[in-house]
């Protein structure tokens, strides 16, 4: 079995991943409760985590370290040294492209791992490494802010495979990406 790319991210009604500044604080009315929202079963199902230094730099300080899995940084800025002594034996630092990185993960067995942070999932868009994006549709629309997809050089096809709608009133749709 070949590794597979998944995304699993939430944006505003009006299509922005974080306010301008990178904050998030507008999802924290619906992180409260019992509802996960489908996240439980998706990060069961992945072996690890490749992430950008931005979403780092924002998880790192939440107050619990929420993933069990090893988690891959791509940064061309962070060092080692930026990694917490705590996450040292879960969180790399990485600054090879995301089709070099891929390969390698794949040679390591690695079957499917979930990319997050914008600028990071954008790139594995744009190099069509991506194979399923789950987008989870949040009741806010914030007006401005950093866009889930950005600008893409081409159109990407995408096929529909579930919705889900939660009392809360998030909208999760899944699309895998055609090629």
Known sequence: ???????FIAT??????ARPDGSIDWLDPFNSGAEDHGYDAFIASIDGIIMGRG???????????PYAQPVIVLS????????????ADTVVISD????????VLAFEGWQRVYVDGGRVLQSFLREG???EITQTRVPVLLGQGRSLFGSL??????????TRSFPSGLVSSTYRIMR
């Open 1 to 7: 079995m070949s590794l597979t790319c998944h995304a």
């Open 12 to 17: 505003s009604l009006d299509g922005f991943i």
């Open 55 to 65: 979403t780092f730099e924002t998880v790192r300080n939440f107050a619990q370290w």
């Open 76 to 87: 061309q800025s962070l060092t080692v040294e930026d990694v917490p002594a705590d996450l």
């Open 96 to 103: 090879m492209a995301p089709a070099d990185l891929v390969t």
């Open 129 to 131: 490494l991506l194979d």
């Open 153 to 162: 050089p081409e159109e990407v096809s995408l096929t529909h495979q579930t």
